[in-house]
């Protein structure tokens, strides 16, 4: 069993930046692809960003693609997701997933196993 938990949500301007991490333990992390997803009030859950188990191959939504960036550092069992240029419409509660990697990349909600407890980002404009 993977635990996830998130940290590093906050309050920012719009045009900032926020970090988040996310510490997984219980599992093997070098074995599970990462992504994290978001959710907005009333709204369903979204896809933002995943990387694969080594770090070789990232995918981003279209709606952060140059401003998001996810890394992981395997010795750490940590996933990270920096926030440059943030938006109002960034505000969401962003949640962090694993998933064990077969090698087929998956984007979508369902495909992933574990989720953490969630950690909320607020974009004042």
């Known amino acids: 069993q993977v635990r996830l938990v998130e940290s590093g949500g906050g309050l920012a301007q719009a045009g900032g930046s926020l970090s988040l991490s996310c510490a997984a333990s219980g599992g093997t992390f070098s074995n599970y692809a990462m992504a994290w997803f978001r959710q907005a009030p009333g709204k369903d859950r979204e896809f933002v960003a995943t990387i694969r188990w080594s770090g070789s191959r990232r995918y981003y939504a279209d709606s952060v693609k140059g401003r998001f960036t996810i890394s992981r550092d395997n010795t750490k069992s940590t996933v990270y997701l920096q926030m440059n240029s943030l938006k109002p419409e960034d505000t969401a509660v962003y949640y962090c997933?694993?998933?064990?990697?077969?090698?087929?990349?998956?984007?979508?909600?369902?495909?992933?196993?574990?989720w953490g407890q969630g950690t909320q980002v607020t974009v004042s404009s």
């Open positions: 997933a694993a998933r064990y990697d077969s090698g087929i990349v998956k984007l979508t909600e369902s495909d992933f196993s574990y």
